[in-house]
T-cell receptor, first 114, second 112 residues
Framework: DAGVIQSPRHEVTEMGQEVTLRCKPI?????LFWYRQTMMRGLELLIY????????DSGMPEDRFSAKMPNASFSTLKIQPSEPRDSAVYFC????????????FGNGTRLTVT | GDSVTQMEGPVTLSEEAFLTINCTYT??????LFWYVQYPGEGLQLLLK?????DKGSNKGFEATYRKETTSFHLEKGSVQVSDSAVYFC???????????FGKGTHLIIQP
């Protein structure tokens, strides 16, 4: 089991640029989650998918953020245009989708917007 | 809504000391409770869990007991090691939710 795979591990970009973060969940997992981690706010759930369908995106901070899951093995989180306050570590997690099942996290993408 | 409160860090202990990290929660229904650990530069890993009242989760010498009467899930370890240095997150999964609600994390530093 390769675990949840995220890319890139680090991303440095200038304000106004588009940023795309990628995630490959664990094979067979039906639920996928995007979290953002900052010192000020801790871990925040941005959006989650069940069977490739977005279920709750109420955590997405602004319209500049969008997420897609075109198939069961791939998801993207896009920020366009990026701003310095978007700097954070973004985690993807997946779970089997059964009741009370824990999440499996990727190693995260550290985003720095200058 | 659901919420998790855990003690602020950093918590600094000497090797072989006894560890307690407090966690209390607010939730409707009967949540499942989790402790996750995050080592530097890595994602969160599940440490232990408990799914109903009075359950005790345990792993790697860590324990936590689901106390419904006090809405708590305190993490304990009898003798910590330097390798336990990490950030520890308490989390809950509510009855109607599909995403975990996390506490803000407690940074644990173990000195040799």
């Amino acid at each position: 089991d390769a675990g949840v795979i995220q890319s890139p591990r680090h991303e440095v970009t200038e304000m106004g640029q588009e940023v795309t973060l990628r995630c490959k969940p664990i094979s067979g997992h039906n639920s996928l989650f995007w979290y953002r981690q900052t010192m000020m706010r801790g871990l925040e759930l941005l959006i989650y998918f069940n069977n490739n369908v977005p279920i709750d995106d109420s955590g997405m901070p602004e319209d500049r953020f969008s997420a897609k899951m075109p198939n069961a093995s791939f998801s993207t989180l896009k920020i366009q245009p990026s701003e310095p306050r978007d700097s954070a570590v973004y985690f993807c997690a997946s779970s089997p989708g059964t009741a009370r099942s824990p999440l499996h996290f990727g190693n995260g993408t550290r985003l720095t917007v200058t | 809504g659901d919420s998790v409160t855990q003690m602020e860090g950093p918590v600094t202990l000497s090797e072989e000391a006894f560890l307690t990290i407090n966690c209390t929660y607010t939730a409707t229904g009967y949540p499942s409770l989790f402790w996750y650990v995050q080592y530097p530069g890595e994602g969160l890993q599940l440490l232990l869990k408990a799914t109903k009242a009075d359950d005790k989760g345990s792993n790697k010498g860590f324990e936590a007991t689901y106390r419904k009467e006090t809405t708590s899930f305190h993490l304990e370890k009898g003798s910590v090691q330097v390798s336990d240095s990490a950030v520890y997150f308490c989390a809950l999964l509510g009855g109607g939710a599909d995403g975990l609600t996390f506490g803000k994390g407690t940074h644990l530093i173990i000195q040799p």
